[in-house]
């Protein structure tokens, strides 16, 4: 696959005009269930639990109590496979026609939201994270490992939302325990957000300084990203 050929000069247009981009194929659906069953594995052995690198974005990560939103850091430290998935490669193509050829990869994350989950990840901007001193040319690829929908907690995007700054953001649920981030949206207007379900082998790509969401996993399977 050509790099120019990857996504249409009309997606990357829309692309800087709403702040993000949902794809439905970036890899194929044997890739998923490759990656899905490595993921699997990572989370049943607790992969990182003891260098920080797993823990629970959503809750106060107590030992012993289930976490809310179980994240690991850097999964291919765990699993070095997984630098070699086509998604990964697919992804760093698409990000340069979209911020141009000098970006380079960042590192990834996996994110696990249990089925039955009322726990939505509230809105932010990934930026809120990093540093302020500085402003980013960056962007996020959110992969699911199954079909993203309403349902299981697919993600959603404030289109245009990436021209403004960086919005003041507290704790989840204003708990100091907490690892994640919220935007405080008390009289922030949401209603132009925008749901983005997705097939399994599609990604969602958004700028780092986008206000983005992703609801409460309804059904009974775990959403895996
Ligand atoms: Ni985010």
Redesign the pocket.
Known sequence: MAESALITPRQVEFFHENGYLALDSITSVDEVAWIRGIYDHLFSIRAGREEGNQFDLAGTDEEGKEAALPQILDPSKYAPELKTAKCLTNALSITRQLLGPDAVHGGEHAILKPGGSAVP?PW?Q?EAYWDPSFRYNSL?VWIPLQEATIENGCMWFVPGSHKQDILPHRSIGNDPRVHGLELDVAGFDLSQAVACPIPAGGATFHLSSTL?YTGPNLTDQPRRA
Do not use: E, K, P
């Open positions: 990840t932010h990934d996020s983005h």
